[in-house]
């Protein structure tokens, strides 16, 4: 005889707590606070005070200046993989005679060509901010951080030099500077600023104007990161970050903006530079 198969009487309930999840909405879980870092060490020995003077007793100077200026800030990403691998390819080149070539003689190619639309942007304003001198010469300044501390001095007349011709300059500038030997004639007279932060890390900054300067581009790190190419396909893409800011009594951020367009297609097109080759 086959005995029946039944199923087990259903278990007795009285007395037991359902499950909460069996009867109730799943609640949040408390949150656990992180856990606290340790309070930084107290400091060894005693306080110790320093008298602010040579560069940095100029950047006083300078950043309190600028800091009565409202500005206007504008940021976007750039797609530097051509520009990467156009650098790879002259790089041997370059380096065989003796000249190290960054992406910044590029980088300030683009900024010059552009200017030469958006002449606004390459203006100084007086102290009451009365007149507007556009200058007729493209000086770009580059912040340097140097063993003496942060400098910015220029290449001068960038729109009438190649882009081996600026890095040369560059080049020059950077030993200078290491070696601080920079002149009064290299530190002055420059007409519109970058600051490549990115050598040392990070995406976006809030960069500083230089008065009577009125604009001043921060560039980020290039990073490979996956973006959408126009099929719709992830690529391998080097980006970097740039983040500009401009005196907003004389620049409208669309002036800004159409600028920052025009670099940006340069540096992601750099054979478009070739059209303006002398
Ligand atoms: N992202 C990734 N790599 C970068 C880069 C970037 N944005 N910029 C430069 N690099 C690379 C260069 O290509 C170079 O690599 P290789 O050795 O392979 O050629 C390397 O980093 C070192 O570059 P570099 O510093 O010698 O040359 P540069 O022309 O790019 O920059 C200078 C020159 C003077 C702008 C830079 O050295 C510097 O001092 N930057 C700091 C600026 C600063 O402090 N700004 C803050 C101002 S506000 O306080």
Same mark, same amino acid.
């Given at each position: ?35 606290? *870092? ?23 100077? !300078? ?5 009565? +200026? ?26 065989? =005679? ?5 992406? =910044? ?34 000086? +770009?300044?580059? @912040? ?46 420059? !007409? ?13 900054? *809030? ?38 800011? @401009?005196?907003?009594? +004389? ?5 800004? @903006? ?19 080759? *002398?």
């Amino acid at each position: 005889l086959k005995e029946e198969i039944k199923p087990p009487p259903p278990s007795p309930q009285v007395g037991k707590v359902a499950a909460p999840s069996a009867v109730q909405p799943s609640t949040p879980k408390p949150s656990v606070p992180p856990p606290r *870092r340790a309070p930084p060490a107290a400091p060894v020995g005693e306080d110790r005070k320093e008298v602010i003077k040579g560069i940095r007793k100029a950047m006083v100077k !300078t950043m309190t200046e600028a800091n009565n +200026i409202p500005t206007f800030g504008y940021d976007d990403e750039v797609d530097m993989s051509r520009l990467v691998e156009l650098r790879n390819d002259i790089k041997v080149v370059t380096t065989e =005679m003796g000249i190290k070539f960054s992406y =910044m003689p590029f980088i300030i190619k683009a900024v010059s060509l552009a200017l030469h639309e958006y002449p606004i942007l390459n203006s100084s304003v007086d102290s009451t901010c009365e007149n507007i001198t556009y200058k007729a010469a493209h000086n +770009i300044g580059i @912040a340097m951080d140097t063993p003496d501390g942060l400098i910015v001095p220029n290449v001068k007349n960038a729109h009438s030099l190649s882009v081996y011709e600026i890095a040369m300059e560059l080049n020059r500038l950077q030993s200078l500077g290491n070696a601080g030997k920079l002149s009064q004639t290299e530190l002055t007279g420059g !007409t519109f600023s970058l600051s490549n932060i990115g050598v040392i890390g990070g995406t976006y900054a *809030r960069p500083v104007i230089l008065p009577p300067e009125v604009a001043i581009g921060a560039l980020g790190k290039i990073q490979v990161l996956p973006r959408f190419d126009e099929n719709g396909n992830i690529k391998k893409t080097h980006v970097m970050c740039v983040s500009w800011s @401009a005196d907003h009594r +004389i620049i409208e951020g669309a002036c800004m @903006a159409r600028f920052s367009n025009l670099w940006k297609q340069y540096l992601e097109n750099p054979g478009m530079m070739l059209l303006h080759l *002398r």
